[in-house]
């Protein structure tokens, strides 16, 4: 199944007030796993940057004022979230921005029964405790010490990693690649080697066989390895 993680910055709280969108970041999932691939944008909210802002994203109304506005981007990131469930951490401010800038320019809004908020199913795997992202990152034991400040793709991509383990998928994984994996031990002690699922494909083509066989042959019945066949008889009574 398809999902993608998503994450905003804005220049507020508020869009209803006038605060804007300011980046949109997203990672594909597939089957819980991340496929690599990513939506980035920063926009031009055209408007000032208010200093409460700044100091969580650091993001400033002249960095962003050389930005594409957001229905320059808006095609872009349809395409690339398409009918996929959308996971957000504290959904309903995030989609609340994205809707507020999809009615500006008279497009449809995204419907909240696509949402996955992981910030509910945090509240419900661990009640009565913090459930920000800092925190789940500290309680999977997900490296985010260059998380300075907020960044939609950075945040996307770690929330990625917390919906992995809030969801129990990483456990499953491995569970089933366990079950999957047929592990081979010899008698003599060897250390455990694991057999591939699926074989490789074969590197050497037809044609490349006949002709090895080919050249083999032109060294006649004199060719040492012919010492190291079986004697006629001896195939024969076997």
Same mark, same amino acid.
């Given at each position: 199944?398809?999902?993608?993680?998503?994450?905003?910055?804005?220049?507020?709280?508020? +869009?209803? *007030?006038?605060?804007?969108?300011?980046?949109? =970041?997203?990672?594909?999932?597939?089957n @819980?796993?991340?496929?690599?691939?990513?939506?980035?944008?920063?926009?031009?909210?055209? *408007?000032?940057?208010?200093?409460?802002? %700044?100091?969580?994203? =650091?993001?400033?109304?002249?960095?962003?004022?050389? /930005?594409?506005?957001?229905?320059?981007?808006?095609?872009? %990131?349809?395409?690339? #979230?398409?009918?996929?469930?959308? !996971? #957000?951490?504290?959904?309903? %401010?995030?989609?609340?921005?994205?809707?507020?800038?999809?009615?500006?320019?008279?497009?449809?809004?995204?419907p @909240?029964? *696509?949402?996955?908020?992981?910030?509910?199913?945090?509240?419900? /795997?661990?009640?009565? !405790?913090?459930?920000?992202?800092?925190?789940?990152?500290?309680?999977?034991?997900?490296?985010?010490?260059? *998380?300075? /400040?907020?960044?939609?793709l950075?945040?996307?991509?770690?929330?990625?990693? !917390?919906?992995?383990?809030? !969801?129990?998928?990483?456990q499953?994984?491995?569970?089933?690649?366990?079950?999957?994996?047929?592990? @081979?031990?010899?008698?003599? =002690?060897?250390?455990?080697?694991?057999?591939?699922?699926?074989?490789?494909? +074969?590197r050497?083509?037809?044609?490349?066989?006949?002709?090895?066989?080919?050249? #083999?042959?032109?060294?006649g019945?004199?060719?040492?390895?012919?010492?190291?066949?079986?004697?006629?008889?001896?195939?024969?009574?076997?």
């Open positions: 199944m398809r999902e993608i993680v998503l994450d905003t910055e804005t220049t507020g709280l508020d +869009p209803l *007030r006038g605060d804007r969108l300011v980046e949109i =970041g997203c990672v594909e999932i597939f @819980r796993m991340p496929t690599g691939q990513t939506f980035h944008r920063y926009m031009n909210p055209e *408007r000032d940057m208010p200093a409460e802002a %700044f100091a969580v994203h =650091g993001l400033s109304a002249e960095f962003l004022s050389t /930005k594409p506005l957001f229905h320059e981007v808006v095609d872009e %990131f349809l395409e690339f #979230i398409g009918d996929a469930p959308l !996971v #957000i951490h504290n959904a309903s %401010f995030d989609i609340s921005f994205i809707n507020a800038e999809l009615d500006r320019i008279k497009r449809a809004a995204i @909240r029964e *696509r949402l996955v908020d992981t910030l509910l199913l945090a509240r419900r /795997k661990h009640p009565g !405790v913090s459930n920000r992202l800092d925190d789940l990152c500290s309680r999977y034991a997900i490296d985010n010490s260059h *998380r300075t /400040k907020h960044g939609a950075l945040d996307a991509e770690l929330l990625a990693e !917390v919906y992995v383990d809030l !969801v129990g998928a990483r499953s994984q491995l569970l089933l690649a366990s079950d999957t994996e047929e592990i @081979r031990v010899s008698a003599t =002690g060897e250390a455990p080697r694991r057999q591939r699922l699926v074989p490789l494909a +074969p050497v083509s037809d044609a490349e066989r006949e002709a090895h066989r080919a050249f #083999i042959a032109t060294f019945d004199k060719a040492i390895w012919n010492e190291y066949l079986p004697a006629p008889a001896a195939m024969a009574a076997g």
